[in-house]
């Protein structure tokens, strides 16, 4: 009735040191050096995280041992051998019990203080100098404006090195979330109010976002790209975002200029001293930026000729609506929002 | 199998066509097997439906499904394992053990308990036309507002996971009050209430969860309803309305609910590991204490699965230590699960295979819980893959585990048959395996950034790699239910049978005849301690006897014995609750026509023993 | 055999364990579901008060003297429901369908007074479902109040069907007291309603 393959405990134990062997080797190459890895942080909101989550993690693995443990060892020494009597019907052992219940009771009290503490320290009101910038986060993509520099741009976050960030967080349309996974957490954007989330990007380079809360068809593209610049270079490029769009040379980006500002496409969109429409991306300096389409592919001429023919196509259930533009008109208008440097 | 009616003195031994018995039983453990077979069944789907996401899932910007069929998927996934999946398989336990455990004959409305099933099916089958329809849902298992809105989700997609929700929350109650009557109003003499299994315990915090948490998506999800067919405001940002009340009332019902699934798997466990340590369960009024302590302190934890929505730092703090307390009553359990084995003398059948694997798995999601539960390290984990893999991880590696347990172990005693026992372990090493490989690697995949619900990705963020392997898992895992349902079929007929009592075991059920008469027990046991039956085969070590073979069950006992006959009303109001609640979607005549039914075979249903014949209650 | 040592209540086959009648219990448990069903519909209006961005407010529209007199009126009911269980205990069928049928009719002019106050606020004072939170939290949380009173009314008036046709006897008690446990349910929460909703500023 009780018949055994072969011994449970063995097993069992091979099978606990293959998934400790696995994830021991998986620390050493996936872990870390990804595009959005949450644990190399970038930002001081990061770093404090990450050390609660460093604390938590050496104890849960501390706890998780010495429970799996006690029960591989209970499985191999207390298994039944033929003719055993029936073992001592023991009920409890209260002292044992309390015990163990308040030695858990500390670990969490371990875990909680530092815990609570962060929870305050990351939501204080952000420091007079903090850099403001509001986000928008629509279906399906981002939309980043600077009140102190009257910038609007889409999808492309710049921010400056070692200076404080207080994003303001808008929702015109449904629930999304806000992710830098290199610099921090998360925080919803909740149609109805503004969150805020503060924190100091440490590290200049290149980061990716994403939406982190399902928000109807193509919430899995709704991405955006991260640069934060060292300091000189976030004010050039301040001031490059404030200058008026290049004016092209190229006879495609010219005829591009005068099909754009004769389409629908004024009606959705905002290039300064062109159109003022409010619905989709801010295309000012649209060429400037390295993706399209809230990053879901590179800036390039082919891909964003493909994007204006039909943007369901390359993005399910985008709100930009399919033109009719042809194959040339497509590529004209690509030429000149690619000319908006 | 003889009919029930032959058991009613007077009633005419009327033999009934095999469907119509079914369709109009009122015995509890008939209703069990329906339960489970269903269960397993939307379970079986809910599992396809896995395994298409895992196939588009396993290589970046794949293009397996569209957009919209993977938004379906997921939603279909979460709300049918959930709903459809584990909560019945739950039932169906209830249903068939429950009485056998109290020492009972019956539940205390056999009737309402029909109709609790007939509901579930009704309200599984409509969810799931949704995909007959072209239209299944895509607002997620949990719907948040204002996604779920007239304007953001104009097709009915919305509608049937609204209204298929609200049929089984139906459902779901009416087997709540009926357990809790149940259990605290048919025990047998002498059992009172700290005598009880702790699996009948762990039922009974259940039921009152049920009873008290549903009302709050009930709610819920009546405002939604009144708000895509009534023109309300309650979820509409641009009249003032607030998003975030959705999500306080589902999870004010989704934090309990999460303890409603996994109290009972718990239940089984601490019935299981007794049974093959031969020993009884360490500090079992610990862990019933354990057991209402979750269940009480449950409703105060809800919004820590909104960390992420900007509640301010004291409702973040006070929630953060809610849920680092409820940690405690559950971590301890743990321990006294793994006391119980120390020092016994373990028989390594499949039943405790599955236990042991749920004390192994289900720590290992408690420990990824207490995780979340600090906010800081949460806004990195909350809607990742790590979340994802911390719920799997308990209510797979937890309650399915643990169901499975007890279908090993319950399954001797509920056909007559014992499940194959190296099938058995074959399908544990598959699925303990297959498992692992599925889910462990999705915590990477949550700390290297990959959010969820998105139905594909970009093949340069070092995610490719643990998408083939977590895919590869989740097709052993289908193979272990292979070999599960191949031993259920190989063993119908030549399954080797059962006694009694197969398993040496502790509690009432095992004494009586597998499979139990309709009557349950010839004669209805007194009780004078836990594991009872126990101690009457071995006595108590104190110098108390065994007690011996009791006396032969004479002919006159039985013939006093009365238990319901069958009833057509519950499967009737069933389908007449549906028809006016389904009828929200497609016409006012229908609401009207279906509420007027309702009413009607309300009526009836409870006219049926207005004047019952002599010996019966209602 | 110690089986027999049972106690005599068994052999009513509704009174369990507890010595409670199964049909009370099961009723007092679903009233218990009930208060988190109204709690979260109160705890919806509450979120909601003041919150509204157009419209009527709750004090430009309430008529509290006609409210107080419906509030008086379930009250009064909930009295006759207690005279006539009183009656059905003593077998008194007839004054027990008579004061059934009092504590019917005071539900129904409650109802009726409710279909009244709902017509007046929205032909006259513009408030509909739709017109802002204040009209949608108001009316689901009271018309689904006025839904439950309904169906006592409804449940009642059977009873006494059942009664005049001679089918109701002091053996159906425990039914009857079933129907009167949800009926002071409902009244309770009206008083609950009344206060939070029309009384407090």
Wanted: hydrophobic share 50%; net charge neutral.
């Amino acid at each position: 009735m009780t018949k055994r393959l072969f011994s449970a405990s063995t097993a069992r134990t091979v099978v606990l040191l293959a998934g400790v062997a696995l994830s021991l080797s998986s620390c050493g190459w996936s872990l870390w050096d990804n595009p959005m890895t949450t644990v190399r942080p970038k930002s001081d909101f990061g770093r404090w995280s990450d050390e609660i989550f460093m604390l938590i993690s050496w104890t849960t693995l501390v706890i998780f041992i010495a429970v799996e443990g006690a029960l591989l060892y209970a499985c191999w020494r207390f298994r039944d051998r033929p003719g055993a009597p029936i073992p001592k019907q023991i009920h409890g052992h209260t002292v044992l019990e309390i015990s163990w219940t308040i030695a858990f009771a500390v670990v969490l009290l371990i875990i909680g203080i530092p815990t609570i503490k962060l929870i305050f320290k990351t939501q204080e009101a952000p420091a007079a100098t903090a850099l403001r910038v509001d986000v928008a986060g629509k279906q399906w993509w981002w939309e980043f404006s600077y009140p102190e520099f009257k910038i609007t741009t889409a999808n492309e976050l710049h921010l400056p090195v070692g200076q404080s960030v207080a994003f303001d967080l808008h929702a015109p349309d449904v629930i999304h979330s806000f992710w830098i996974p290199q610099l921090g957490g998360k925080r919803d954007v909740v149609p109805h109010r503004v969150n805020r989330i503060v924190m100091t990007p440490a590290v200049p380079g290149e980061y990716l976002g994403q939406c982190a809360e399902y928000c109807g068809m193509s919430h899995a593209n709704m991405r955006f790209r991260v640069v934060v610049h060292p300091k000189g270079e976030f004010d050039a490029w301040v001031k490059a975002q404030q200058a008026p769009p290049a004016e092209s040379t190229d006879p495609l980006a010219q005829q591009g200029k005068t099909l754009f500002a004769q389409s629908a496409c004024v009606g959705c969109h905002t290039i300064a001293g062109v159109s003022a429409g409010q619905i989709g991306p801010n295309l000012t300096h649209f060429g400037s930026r390295k993706s399209l389409a809230a990053n879901m592919m590179p800036n390039t001429a082919a891909n964003l000729a493909k994007w204006v023919e039909n943007p369901d196509h390359l993005k399910p259930g985008a709100r930009m609506p399919n033109l009719g533009m042809s194959g040339e008109q497509s590529k004209a208008i690509a030429a000149y929002l690619l000319s908006l440097k | 199998m003889a009919t029930q009616a032959a058991f009613m003195p007077g009633a005419q031994a009327k033999e009934q066509g095999v469907l119509w018995s079914w369709l109009t039983t009122v015995d509890h453990k008939r209703i069990g097997i329906l339960y489970g077979s269903t269960a397993f069944i939307f379970f079986l789907i809910g599992g396809i439906e896995a395994l298409i996401m895992r196939l588009q899932l396993a290589r970046p910007d794949n293009t397996l499904v569209s957009a919209q069929t993977f938004n379906e998927l997921f939603t279909m996934h979460g709300t049918t394992m959930v709903f459809l999946a584990i909560m019945p398989m739950s039932a169906a336990f209830f249903n068939f053990m429950i009485p056998l455990m109290i020492g009972a004959r019956d539940v205390a409305f056999p009737r309402l308990n029909a109709l609790s099933y007939w509901i579930f099916l009704s309200g599984g089958l409509f969810l799931n036309a949704s995909w007959l329809f072209g239209m299944a849902p895509d607002g997620g298992w949990f719907g948040y507002a204002n996604l779920t809105s007239a304007q953001f989700s104009p097709a009915h997609s919305i509608d049937f996971w609204m209204l298929g929700l609200q049929i089984l929350g139906v459902s779901s109650m009416l087997a709540g009050f009926n357990f809790i009557v149940t259990i605290l109003n048919m025990r047998a003499p002498g059992m009172t209430l700290m005598r009880m299994p702790v699996f009948i315990w762990m039922s009974l915090v259940t039921q009152f969860l049920l009873v008290l948490a549903f009302p709050a998506i009930t709610v819920a999800l009546i405002l939604l309803m009144f708000d895509r067919f009534f023109g309300t405001l309650f979820y509409l940002p641009s009249a003032g309305g607030d998003p975030l009340l959705w999500q306080h009332l589902f999870w004010i019902f989704g934090h309990p609910e999460v303890y409603i699934l996994i109290l009972p798997a718990m239940g089984i466990v601490s019935e299981v590991l007794p049974t093959f340590a031969r020993k009884p369960l360490f500090g079992a009024p610990v862990v019933i204490y354990s057991g209402i302590m979750i269940g009480f302190f449950g409703f105060g934890v809800w919004s820590h699965h909104m960390f992420s929505v900007g509640m301010g730092p004291v409702a973040d703090s006070a929630f953060s230590i809610a849920t680092m307390l409820i940690a405690v009553p559950t971590g301890v359990k743990i321990l006294n699960w793994i006391s119980t084995l120390w020092g016994g003398s373990i028989r390594f059948s499949t039943a405790l295979y599955f236990s042991l694997g749920f004390i192994a798995m289900f720590t290992m999601g408690g420990l990824s819980g207490v995780m979340h539960a600090s906010p800081p390290v949460d806004l990195q984990q909350t809607d990742t893959y790590f979340v994802v893999a911390h719920f799997h991880y308990v209510l797979f590696g937890g309650s399915i585990f643990g169901l499975f347990s007890g279908a090993y172990y319950w399954w001797p005693k509920i056909t007559g048959r014992l499940l194959d026992e190296g099938l058995g372990k074959l399908h544990f090493w598959l699925m303990m395996i297959g498992f692992n490989v599925t889910f462990f690697p999705q915590h990477f995949l949550g700390l290297i950034g990959m959010p969820r619900r998105i139905y594909t990705y970009a093949p340069d963020l070092g995610w490719n790699f643990w998408n083939m392997v977590s895919t590869i898992g989740a097709f052993v895992i289908a193979l272990s239910f292979v070999v599960f349902i191949y031993n259920v079929i190989k063993t119908t007929r030549t399954g080797q049978v059962a006694g009694p009592d197969p398993w040496d075991g502790r509690t009432l059920e095992w004494s009586i005849p597998s499979p139990p008469p309709v009557y349950n027990f010839a004669r209805v046991p007194t009780v004078h301690e836990r594991d009872d039956f126990w101690l009457g085969k071995y006595g108590d070590g104190h110098g108390g006897k065994p007690r011996g073979a009791p006396a032969p069950v004479t002919a006159a006992e039985l013939a006093a014995i009365h238990m319901p006959p069958p009833s057509y009303w519950p499967i009737l109001l069933a389908i007449a609750l549906s028809i006016m609640v389904t009828g929200i979607m497609i016409s006012a005549y229908q609401i009207i026509v279906g509420g007027l039914l309702t009413l009607f075979l309300m009526y009836k249903f409870a006219m049926e023993y207005h004047r019952p014949p002599e010996g019966h209650g209602h | 055999m110690a089986d027999h040592a049972v106690p005599h209540a068994a052999h009513d086959p509704n009174i369990g364990t507890t010595g409670l009648d199964h049909r009370k219990m099961g009723m007092w448990i679903f009233l218990g579901s009930d208060c988190m069903f109204f709690g979260s519909l109160i705890g919806t209006y509450l979120a909601y008060k003041g919150k509204s961005l157009s419209g009527p407010g709750p004090h430009d529209v309430f008529n509290i003297p006609l409210t107080s007199y419906s509030a008086a009126l379930l009250l009064a009911s909930s009295l006759t429901m207690v005279l006539a269980l009183a009656a059905l205990q003593h077998n008194r069928v007839k004054a027990a369908a008579g004061w059934l049928t009092a504590t019917a009719l005071m539900g129904l002019h409650f109802v009726l007074n409710q279909v009244y106050e709902f017509w007046s606020f929205a032909v006259h004072e513009g408030l509909k479902l739709s017109t802002s939170l204040f009209g949608s939290s108001f009316y689901v949380l009271t018309g689904f109040h006025g839904a439950h009173v309904t169906g006592g009314v409804i449940w009642l008036l059977l009873i006494v069907s059942l009664a005049l046709r001679g089918k109701i006897d002091a053996r159906d008690y425990t039914k009857v007291e079933v129907a009167g446990l949800y009926w002071h349910f409902v009244d309770i929460v009206w008083i609950a309603i009344f206060t939070v909703i029309y009384l407090i500023p």
